[in-house]
């Protein structure tokens, strides 16, 4: 499965932002799906995952201010943002497969948080 994300942008500290992944197939064999992010000069981290039975999972810089939801019938997964700030300034990438990080990724969009 091919998988696109979209969504990020340019947006102030505290505002909002949902991050789409649209994925060019069924997502329902998929066993887990995530959002990653690199930020400039910074290794990739792992930012939320979800699995098939809508289990979540997120990385503590996260937690109370994103929420990541997949839509099986929509073939689709999302990651709602609020509370930027300058920190989650990143490149997000959509990843999913059977375990992550291998499977399938999709090309990274950009949120830049400006203050």
């Known amino acids: 499965v091919q998988l696109q994300a979209s969504g990020g942008g340019l947006v102030q500290a505290g505002g909002s932002l949902t991050l789409s992944c649209a994925a060019s197939?069924?997502?329902?064999?998929?066993?887990?799906m995530g959002w990653y992010r690199q930020a400039p000069g910074k290794q990739r981290e792992l930012v939320a995952t979800?699995?098939?039975?809508?289990?979540?999972n997120y990385a503590d810089s996260v937690k109370g201010r994103f929420t990541i939801s997949r839509d099986n019938a929509k073939n689709t997964m999302f990651l709602q943002m609020n509370n930027l700030n300058s920190e989650d300034t990143a490149v997000y990438y959509c990843a999913a497969g059977v375990i992550l990080p291998t499977g399938s990724w999709g090309q990274g969009t950009l949120v830049t948080v400006s203050s």
């Open positions: 197939g069924s997502i329902l064999s998929l066993n887990i």
């Open positions: 979800i699995t098939s039975g809508g289990r979540t």
